[in-house]
């Protein structure tokens, strides 16, 4: 029988394969933080302050949310990730809210023409959601170093270094929740800590 009677029913096979190893993309889901600034009673302080780059605790270097379920345990989330690191949202965030806040002459990032007056440094503790039987957690905490440039004497640069640290339960046990969650966490933290560098330079 000549070969192209074959042809076809080669080609189906052909065919048939390809479609039994193709597989489906996983469908993995970016968040990022979601709230209104804050907004902070008190008069513009005559400051410039500059937001170094911040930096974070190994086991939150990942752009994965990560979760506890259980004492000593760490556990990440393979398709529920955020948009960019921890300190890249943390310090951006900020930046924005202490931009939006009227409270200073000006907010700026490293790198930037303006001349400082102050440095607001920072360092993410954790970044992760909580798993206990009747709730989850999104729980977050922050250290922050607010340095005055124009000093000369290094022991009179550091004005304070604080930690700040805020847990609030996810509306349900699911990972778009808890960023829910972590979204009223990261606004209080910014409060908090603008609160506090206000009156630091004023």
Known sequence: MPIRYFLPFILMLALAGCGATRTTAPDVRYYTLEYESP?????QAKAIIV???FGVAPEFNTGKIVYRD?????????????RATPQALVADYLRRDMQQSGLFLAVSRPGSSLSATHQLEGM???????DAEDHWLATASLTVTLLDLRA?????QVLFQ???RESEPAAKKNPGSVVEAMSR??????????????AAVK
């Open 39 to 43: 907004a902070l009673p008190g008069t």
């Open 51 to 53: 937001l170094n780059r």
């Open 70 to 82: 259980l004492s000593f345990g760490r556990q990440e989330y393979a398709y529920h990730q955020w």
């Open 124 to 130: 993410i503790e954790e970044w992760l959601e909580v």
């Open 152 to 156: 000369r004497a290094i022991s009179d």
């Open 162 to 164: 604080r930690t700040y």
């Open 185 to 198: 966490v990261m606004r209080r933290l910014s409060e908090r800590v603008i609160a506090d560098v206000h």
